[in-house]
């Protein structure tokens, strides 16, 4: 008897088409699990987001704010040269020398 190799090829070609799918159902899950982490992120960031908002608005509304842009718009020279100072000082204690 000789073998043609088409008995072998039927049994590929289901094989072929289990794994097909395997992947497809596999691939609709992934999507499924992406799509729904992706709105939690979403709700998360949304979230974050309105807090900040909130918290800006309250620092911003805070009394020392205004007393700083007070003294900003009345001594600009001096400010300008406190945020330097602060700014060398901050670079040398972060410096890795």
Same mark, same amino acid.
């Given at each position: 008897?000789?073998?043609?190799?088409?008995?072998?090829?039927?049994?590929?070609?289901?094989?072929?088409?289990?794994?097909?799918?395997?992947?497809?159902?596999r691939l609709g899950r992934l999507s499924e699990t992406a799509?729904?982490?992706?709105?939690? =992120?979403?709700?998360?960031? %949304?979230?974050?987001? &309105? *807090?900040?908002?909130?918290?800006?608005?309250?620092?911003?509304?805070?009394?020392?704010?205004?007393?700083?842009?007070?003294?900003?718009?009345?001594?600009?020279?001096?400010?300008?040269?406190?945020?330097?100072? =602060?700014?060398?000082?901050? %670079?040398?204690?972060? &410096? *890795?020398?």
């Amino acid at each position: 008897m000789q073998n043609t190799g088409m008995q072998g090829s039927t049994a590929g070609a289901s094989t072929v088409e289990k794994l097909t799918e395997q992947a497809t159902e596999r691939l609709g899950r992934l999507s499924e699990t992406a799509h729904e982490t992706m709105g939690r =992120v979403s709700d998360i960031a %949304s979230q974050t987001a &309105s *807090r900040l908002r909130d918290r800006s608005q309250q620092l911003l509304d805070h009394p020392a704010v205004g007393n700083a842009r007070s003294y900003v718009r009345e001594h600009p020279v001096a400010a300008i040269g406190i945020a330097i100072a =602060v700014g060398l000082l901050i %670079s040398r204690l972060t &410096s *890795r020398r």
